[in-house]
């Protein structure tokens, strides 16, 4: 479940590793430690749909009266994140199961 996703597009490899470093360090004293992180960088060519690459990592976020709530960040590589915006409608029409859900 992911109700609240942001993405944070990194110029390079490298910005995107210090960024996710940084997040898991300060991630707890910013009141939304890390929970979960999917890497899709490291998966094998044949698992990925598309060549589709990014890191996510979900954030638990506390707020008043224990309120709970999970948030999503994606990171991208910004050539990937080009593709990702172009690809993004061919994407809605291969997961559609209804003419009406891409119109």
């Not at 992911?2 to 960024?19: I, K, N, Y």
């Amino acid at each position: 479940l992911d109700p609240v996703r942001c993405t944070v597009v990194c110029r390079s490899p490298s910005d995107l590793c210090q960024f996710a470093s940084w997040l898991l360090s300060r991630g707890e004293s910013l009141g939304m430690p890390v929970v979960r992180i999917k890497n899709r960088f490291a998966l094998a060519d044949a698992t990925q749909i598309d060549g589709y690459r990014d890191l996510m990592m979900s954030v638990l976020f506390t707020g008043r009266q224990d309120l709970s709530i999970i948030g999503e960040i994606q990171l991208h590589e910004q050539r990937f994140h080009r593709n990702k915006v172009k690809m993004h409608r061919l994407y809605q029409v291969k997961r559609a199961s209804e003419a009406e859900q891409i119109i």
